[in-house]
């Protein structure tokens, strides 16, 4: 099956790998920036900030994320199964407020240059992306970040459409980016007469318009949002 991109475990772009924090790019392609990372118990994540032109996801794979909102500080706590989407305009920033060390996914949708900010704090290269400090105003109402848990969809926003699915899809063809987080062991994708097998905790990337079924427990990701 190909064009299709496989990131299997660890085999991400390392942006740093620490004992207290690791971070890979899975995807730099312009629908949909992701990584994959762990932050230890008490480790700061990123301090209040504010995008203007695109949402900002964690889905929770171990451990907590505590998100941080508005210039109040609000603490919001997302535990593992659950996907946090902060839109444009809401004021926000992330610590591990847990005792154990937690992992997560990224999201950006757009990208928006996420990946080569995090390059440019790799390399020491200043890079100017879609983030700002909070304004005085405090930004959007802070309802609107969401959290949401459990199986089917998660969240659909036109920039990004963020599914928990487990067992076997019919064959689809999307005019989006598609791409699939493997949450329990093999993820199997079938296009035509050819599979392709990705062990737990694999990204897999398939361009718009490659009919493919998957089988397995995952993630999938559609963006911009597919929906038909």
Known sequence: MRPLTVVSPGGGEVIGDSPTRRVEILSDRPPVHATVARLAAGQEGADLHVHYEHSDLFYVLAGEVTVRLGLEDRQLTVPAGALARVPPGVVHGFRNAGQVEMRYLNFHAPGCDFATYMRGLRDSVKVVYDQHDPPADGGRPLTEAEVSQGVGVLTDVDAIRVERLDG?????????????????????????????????????????????AVDGSFLRVTAPSSTG
């Open 168 to 212: 076997v899809t019919e064959p689809r063809t999307f005019h989006a980016l598609a791409s699939y987080w493997a949450l329990e062991g093999d993820l199997k994708l079938t296009a035509g007469a050819q599979e392709t097998y990705a062990p737990e905790g694999s990204w897999v990337q398939i361009p718009p318009g490659h009919e493919h």
